[in-house]
């Protein structure tokens, strides 16, 4: 199998030569970088959309945005070192090389929405209104993004001989994501391995996630319903696709994936919140 290929073999898709970068005046751009970045600038169109079509001025998203893409990027940085440590005690100037991957989606999430939360704090802004919008945001972000993970031959899961299952030259992955259980599955001579897309999943899953909550939107019954309804069905999604993965994050001590962890606390929270909001603003009603 050439090292540039990907393929999905079980639905007839061959692609040759799919690129890792291009050249710009002899200037390598990582497709990783680019995607990401589309990504993050679709999403903030969309909350600043939702703003102006709810009436609301779209000012703060933008003001915010300028601070939230910068520590939301370091925040996902530095999550991911974190929590993978023993790749880059030996090497603290590979911390800096973000073009090679290694941003971790939860991270991004927690700088976004802190440095949100700090913004509205500081203007005087409600920020659970302004939460709502940016929760339109980051599933299409998100969806988006997760195609750099393919071009970047990463965040993939276990071997695979399902529908979708994905072929990729062993050349071209990390040694690090190949599992013993992929291992177990390759042959003398293979050059391959075939496994879970769970970049892909996870792009569907966080589609699905976000036309439910466009479509809910003006249905919310209290601000910030949006939000917790994104961290709970990002979360429920989460838990499963981390399952499958091969470059899981684990916490020490517990020896669980941190994302299954997070994506736990997350929909718990959010479901109390939920709860006690919407009980709340019955009460009121009545």
């Known amino acids: 199998m050439n090292p540039t290929d990907?393929?999905?073999?079980?639905?007839?898709?061959?692609?040759?030569?799919?690129?890792?970068?291009?050249?710009v005046f002899g200037i390598s751009i990582a497709l990783y970088g680019c995607i990401i970045g589309c990504g993050i600038l679709l999403g903030v169109l969309l909350a600043a959309y939702d703003r102006k079509d709810r009436g609301l001025s779209d000012e703060p998203i933008w003001d915010a945005a300028a601070w939230a893409v910068v520590f939301s990027i370091?925040?996902?940085?530095?999550?991911?070192?974190?929590?993978?440590?023993?790749?880059?005690?030996?090497?603290?100037?590979s911390i800096f090389y973000i073009r090679q991957g290694g941003l971790a989606i939860y991270g991004?999430?927690?700088?976004?929405?802190?440095?949100?939360?700090?913004?509205?704090?500081?203007?005087?802004?409600?920020f659970l209104e302004l939460f709502d919008s940016i929760a339109l945001g980051f599933p299409l972000g998100q969806a988006m993004g997760r195609w750099?993970?393919?071009?970047?031959?990463?965040?993939?899961?276990?071997?695979?001989?399902?529908?979708?299952?994905?072929?990729?030259?062993?050349?071209?992955?990390?040694?690090?994501?190949?599992?013993?259980?992929?291992?177990?599955?390759i042959s003398a001579g293979m050059d391959y391995i075939q496994v879970h897309p769970t970049f892909l999943y996870e792009s569907v899953w966080s589609s699905l996630l976000l036309i439910t909550l466009f479509l809910y939107r003006k249905h919310k019954k209290f601000s910030g319903e949006v939000f917790f309804l994104y961290l709970f069905g990002y979360g429920l999604g989460r838990i499963f696709i981390e399952s499958l993965r091969t470059d899981q994050l684990i916490a020490p001590v517990v020896n669980i994936p941190v994302s299954q962890i997070v994506a736990f606390v997350c929909m718990l929270l959010s479901s109390v919140l939920i709860i006690i909001k919407r009980r709340k603003t019955s009460q009121n009603n009545s």
């Open 148 to 185: 750099g993970n393919f071009f970047n031959r990463e965040a993939f899961g276990g071997w695979s001989e399902g529908k979708f299952s994905m072929r990729l030259p062993i050349a071209a992955v990390r040694n690090s994501d190949i599992s013993d259980g992929i291992r177990s599955h």
């Open 6 to 23: 990907i393929s999905f073999p079980n639905l007839g898709i061959y692609l040759r030569d799919v690129p890792k970068s291009f050249d």
């Open 108 to 126: 991004g999430v927690i700088g976004a929405f802190t440095t949100v939360y700090v913004y509205c704090r500081i203007k005087k802004e409600p």
């Open 74 to 93: 370091i925040c996902a940085r530095a999550y991911y070192v974190i929590f993978a440590w023993d790749n880059y005690k030996d090497d603290l100037m």
